[in-house]
């Protein structure tokens, strides 16, 4: 991707979090959360390994819930997998979902449009506290990782608490999977007390790796 094109604001609006601002670059968006750089139709690498490390080391991920919606990059990569029979994405900001049916579905097949997509608008904090199902696979990418959330409230997810709710939503042999631009020593040893963790580097075309936690009971 050619970083020296200079972006263009396409959007930028207040939200009870923040400040949420599109940009273009060429062909492709960004999305930038209170001046932070959060994720772009061009580099979805890591997002595509989080998702299909998990689905892969699931004997029969049927039942697939992922946390954020972005550009669609997870929610795409999902869907790629025949066993995968529903996969439900909870996306707390109006604005992202309205982007991605303005400017970020040409970059991910338009998967919100799969018949096996079920979209809620919810805050994910609060909604794994009340949900009452139970998933194969769950795959965090909401934030830049516990050590860089995009709003304070996101740091519960990465307690003690938030690790027991996101377990109980877990079926039998279920896998969780999260993604964090550093390596978040201190979140991987608190999740180790609750699961065998694997932690996968993927290479970054900045240079530092992302890293992907896959946790299992």
Same mark, same amino acid.
């Given at each position: 991707m050619p970083l020296s094109e200079l972006p263009e604001?396409? /959007?930028r609006c207040q939200t009870p979090r923040g400040e949420l601002q599109l940009q273009r670059r060429g062909r492709h968006f960004e999305l930038i959360?209170? *001046?932070?750089?959060?994720?772009?139709?061009?580099?979805?690498?890591s997002e595509r390994a989080l998702i299909r490390s998990a689905l892969q080391n699931?004997?029969?991920?049927?039942?697939?819930?992922?946390? *954020?919606?972005?550009?669609? +990059?997870?929610?795409? /990569?999902?869907?790629?997998?025949?066993?995968?029979?529903?996969?439900?994405?909870? /996306?707390?900001e109006p604005l992202v979902i309205r982007w991605y049916r /303005?400017?970020?579905?040409?970059?991910?097949?338009?998967?919100?449009?799969?018949?096996r997509t079920r979209l809620i608008q919810a805050d994910l904090v609060e909604w794994i506290g009340q949900a009452k199902e139970s998933f194969d696979v769950i795959s965090?990418?909401?934030?830049? *990782?516990?050590?860089?959330?995009?709003?304070?409230?996101?740091?519960?997810?990465?307690?003690?608490?938030?690790?027991?709710?996101?377990k109980r939503l877990l079926a039998p042999d279920g896998i969780i999977s999260f993604w964090s631009a550093?390596?978040?020593?201190? +979140?991987?040893?608190?999740?180790?007390? +609750? +699961?065998?963790v694997e932690t996968i580097a993927v290479p970054h075309f900045s240079g530092s790796p992302d890293y992907l936690f896959l946790a299992r009971a």
């Amino acid at each position: 991707m050619p970083l020296s094109e200079l972006p263009e604001v396409i /959007e930028r609006c207040q939200t009870p979090r923040g400040e949420l601002q599109l940009q273009r670059r060429g062909r492709h968006f960004e999305l930038i959360s209170n *001046g932070t750089f959060l994720m772009a139709t061009y580099n979805g690498d890591s997002e595509r390994a989080l998702i299909r490390s998990a689905l892969q080391n699931h004997y029969s991920p049927r039942r697939v819930l992922i946390g *954020g919606l972005g550009v669609g +990059f997870s929610l795409a /990569e999902a869907l790629l997998d025949p066993e995968v029979d529903r996969v439900t994405v909870v /996306e707390i900001e109006p604005l992202v979902i309205r982007w991605y049916r /303005e400017y970020f579905c040409q970059h991910s097949r338009n998967s919100l449009e799969d018949p096996r997509t079920r979209l809620i608008q919810a805050d994910l904090v609060e909604w794994i506290g009340q949900a009452k199902e139970s998933f194969d696979v769950i795959s965090l990418d909401i934030d830049n *990782g516990p050590d860089w959330t995009v709003v304070e409230s996101n740091r519960g997810l990465y307690t003690e608490n938030g690790i027991q709710r996101l377990k109980r939503l877990l079926a039998p042999d279920g896998i969780i999977s999260f993604w964090s631009a550093s390596p978040a020593d201190a +979140f991987k040893n608190r999740l180790e007390s +609750f +699961f065998r963790v694997e932690t996968i580097a993927v290479p970054h075309f900045s240079g530092s790796p992302d890293y992907l936690f896959l946790a299992r009971a």
